[in-house]
């Protein structure tokens, strides 16, 4: 396989690039990971330099910037990732909804940072399940990435059985349908999962086409990579969109401490807004 030299110089200008673009931010430890990951950019641009796809990111392409943006995202996800919070839902935050919200029977919950749909759709199967007990309800998920090769995986809903394993066998039956052809062996999201939720490229860096207050926000493992800045600007931007004392769900390792003076730490990763 062609190697590339890659400079100090080269570097810094990627990692500045990628911090500037998406808020991801890159210490002299990931140096490693940027070159294997734009080297795969280089090759398939048939370019023989960095300095070159340097210039070319330079001359403004668009659609190449956003496929370095592709390739420098970690989408690492899982159905039922961290099953506490989903617990969480059944036992307080569904009854709570039932006793607080008034005429206003629907309810809206963002996956901000939704990588392959594993996050909405796990929502979407517990609000399902919630529904049919509670006529007159509705719910709606909105699932955003700023990762649109990703997002495409997710709205598509297709998943290898080995990702399905932490879903039980009675909610596979029921809110998923068996694959063939070309999906043989995989199983593919049914009609009222898909009915639930709704995917937009979203960069939550920039401004956020939302109007809409939400219930619950969740972002788990994805604040982690943001330097303080993007984390503080983020966490305050959900507060303003969420419902008085609606909730923000984070991923095991983040944390608001010292973040954001805007929220209440209820349970194990789960915030509320004051
Ligand atoms: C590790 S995955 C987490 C997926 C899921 N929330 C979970 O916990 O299983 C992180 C996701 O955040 C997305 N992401 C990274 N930076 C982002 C940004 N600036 N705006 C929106 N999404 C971003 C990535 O594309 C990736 O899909």
Redesign the pocket.
């Given at each position: 396989m062609q190697s590339y030299s890659f400079s100090d110089a080269e570097y810094d200008e990627l990692r500045r690039l990628i911090e500037n673009q998406?808020?991801?931010a890159l210490s002299g430890g990931k140096r490693d990971l940027v070159y294997s990951r734009v080297s795969r950019r280089l090759r398939s641009r048939n370019l023989s330099s960095f300095a070159q796809y340097l210039s070319l990111l330079r001359s403004g392409d668009e659609e190449e910037l956003s496929e370095l943006v592709n390739a420098m995202?970690?989408?690492?996800?899982?159905f039922f990732?961290e099953s506490h919070h989903f617990d969480y839902l059944n036992q307080k935050f569904f009854p709570e909804m039932v006793a607080s919200k008034g005429s206003d029977k629907t309810i809206r919950i963002w996956?901000?940072?939704?990588?392959s749909g594993?996050?909405p759709y796990s929502i979407a199967i517990v609000l399902a399940e919630f529904l049919e007990n509670h006529p007159g309800w509705k719910g709606e998920i909105w699932a955003?990435?700023?990762?649109g090769a990703?997002l495409r995986q997710a709205e598509d809903g297709i998943y290898a059985m080995d990702r399905l394993k932490s879903v039980s066998r009675e909610r596979l039956r029921r809110f998923f349908l068996r694959g063939s052809g070309p999906n043989e062996g995989k199983a593919r999201v049914g009609r009222t999962l898909r009915d639930l939720v709704s995917f937009q490229r979203?960069?939550?860096?920039e401004s956020w086409p939302v109007r809409t207050a939400f219930d619950a926000i969740?972002c788990?493992?994805?604040i982690i990579?943001f330097d303080r800045g993007h984390k503080s600007q983020v966490v305050d931007g959900f507060a303003d969109h969420l419902q008085p004392h609606g909730y923000l769900f984070l991923?095991h390792s983040e944390s608001l401490h010292g973040l954001s003076e805007r929220y209440q730490l209820i349970g194990q990763t789960i915030y509320r807004r004051r």
């Open positions: 998406v808020g991801i995202t970690t989408n690492v996800t899982q990732r996956s901000a940072g939704c990588s594993e996050e955003t990435d700023v990762d990703i979203v960069n939550l860096i969740f788990r493992n994805v990579y991923g």
